[in-house]
């Protein structure tokens, strides 16, 4: 065991496999281990490096394997897939873990606390409870219609439709029953939502980021939370622009032969990304109705591009500008004058 210079360990639910190698980059560690028999195994190892693939339980792991005294390695799935040879197996991801930790210029995801894993799991609940919501509200409108009863856009619209349905008496009994019982599922739908945004909106008081972050246009406290919770470490960016292309705001690159040629925003960011771009239409939908403090450059950019265009460019400046207060600790000041607005224009 003393050889062992590093670890690359390919995790699952019970089964982990262990491929080490020494200084002169020989494999002298190939092992399978049961759950209970890899914490026995580590916990009596010498402190090293170990890579594990960032995936689900691989931030506990990281933790549990650090209070041992190791040195741990999270790396994402895509930088570790280049390194895996011919045939996909356990033995070869957990070498090309172990390659891929090696190289120079590799980029290590961030191993996160057990704090802020529930500050997430508080995000992934709430986003789940308004999908739910909506494909609730979706059907009741779909039901409802087939019975010729209609109602406006907008999910505040859903109740009186449901009231006017249960009130209804030429619709067959089942039908009012089944509409009674989607008028008590919306109901708690709704309720168990405004609990979780609640218990968002007291952790957004009580982060002092988080409050900075809220007051540019655009993100408000729910954007303003979730890009605290979900930005690893600010400073790992080398600038707005990484941080920007990071959430899925810039361009495609298919330049070759010295030929550039952009594509479409990458989409990498998910819920950020759309969260952002949501924001950045609410911002653009209050210039357009005569609200709002009027920026030249935006005025001008929706007179050459289309709104949603707009909104992307838009959302994509405000990523920059958030990257740096949460870099500089800077506060966003309407005015134009503050340090991170001259920076950004």
Not at 58 to 79: E, N
Not at 179 to 190: D, I, S, T
Not at 246 to 255: E, I
Not at 270 to 280: F, K, P, Q
Request: with cysteine; charged share 25%; net charge positive.
């Amino acid at each position: 065991m003393e050889q062992i210079s590093r670890i690359g360990m390919d995790t699952s639910k019970h089964i982990f496999q262990l491929h080490g190698v020494n200084t002169a980059e020989e494999p002298v560690l190939r092992k399978k281990l049961r759950r209970k028999e890899m914490v026995a195994f580590f916990e009596k190892l010498r402190p090293m490096v170990i890579a594990i693939e960032a995936c689900g339980g691989s931030h506990h792991w990281a933790r549990l394997l650090q209070s041992f005294g190791h040195d741990v390695k999270l790396i994402a799935p895509q930088y570790v897939k280049p390194y895996v040879k011919r045939g996909k197996n356990d033995a070869a991801d957990a070498e090309a873990l172990c390659e891929a930790m090696s190289r120079p210029a590799m980029r290590f995801v961030p191993v996160k606390t057990a704090e802020q894993q529930a500050a997430l799991m508080l995000v992934g609940l709430r986003d789940r409870l308004i999908r739910n919501h909506v494909q609730l509200a979706n059907a009741i409108r779909g039901y409802a219609a087939e019975f010729g009863l209609t109602a406006a856009k907008g999910m505040c619209k859903i109740e009186p439709l449901l009231d006017r349905a249960a009130a209804d008496e030429t619709l067959p009994a089942l039908a009012r029953e089944l509409f009674a019982f989607h008028a008590g599922e919306y109901a708690q739908l709704q309720e168990q939502l405004e609990k979780v945004e609640a218990k968002l909106m007291v952790w957004h008081r009580a982060d002092e980021c988080s409050r900075r972050l809220a007051q540019i246009p655009g993100i408000g406290p729910i954007g303003a939370s979730m890009l605290v919770m979900k930005t690893p470490t600010p400073e790992a960016f080398r600038s707005a622009r990484h941080f920007a292309a990071w959430l899925g705001l810039t361009p495609k690159d298919h330049s070759t032969a010295g030929k550039v040629r952009p594509g479409v925003i990458t989409r990498a960011g998910e819920a950020l990304r759309s969260v952002l771009v949501v924001g950045a239409t609410a911002v653009i939908r209050q210039i357009r109705y005569g609200r709002g403090a009027l920026s030249p450059w935006l005025v001008d950019l929706l007179k050459r591009k289309a709104p949603k265009l707009a909104a992307v460019a838009l959302a994509n400046k405000i990523a920059r500008i958030a990257w740096k207060l949460m870099v500089s600790g800077q506060t966003y000041r309407a005015n134009g004058r503050s340090p991170a607005m001259a920076w950004a224009a």
